[in-house]
């Protein structure tokens, strides 16, 4: 078990998300509760809860190409310019 407890402001540190997200969502996250009337996370329950919100693509999303062409990224051409407004 992780020796370091994080609380509310540095577990959202951490994570990268508001205080108040931890706070709207802390019945469906991992945590120590109770020491004291505080919440607290460990470094594992933070790799959890990145680990549960972590979006993987599909293997074939990016490696099939249909027809058995190039891959159809590579037919991406950059935008235009923008012109610039003076004024």
Do not use: N
Request: charge should be neutral.
């Amino acid at each position: 078990m992780s020796r370091r407890l994080y609380d509310y402001d540095e577990a959202a540190e951490e994570l990268r998300v508001t205080k108040s997200w931890l706070q709207r969502h802390i019945k469906r996250l991992p945590h120590v509760d109770g020491l004291g009337g505080h919440v607290l996370f460990t470094d594992d329950h933070l790799d959890r809860i990145l680990a549960a919100h972590c979006y993987e693509p599909e293997q074939h999303a990016l490696s099939a190409v249909p027809g058995g062409g190039s891959h159809p990224l590579a037919e991406l051409k950059p935008l235009p310019a923008r012109s610039r407004r003076t004024g």
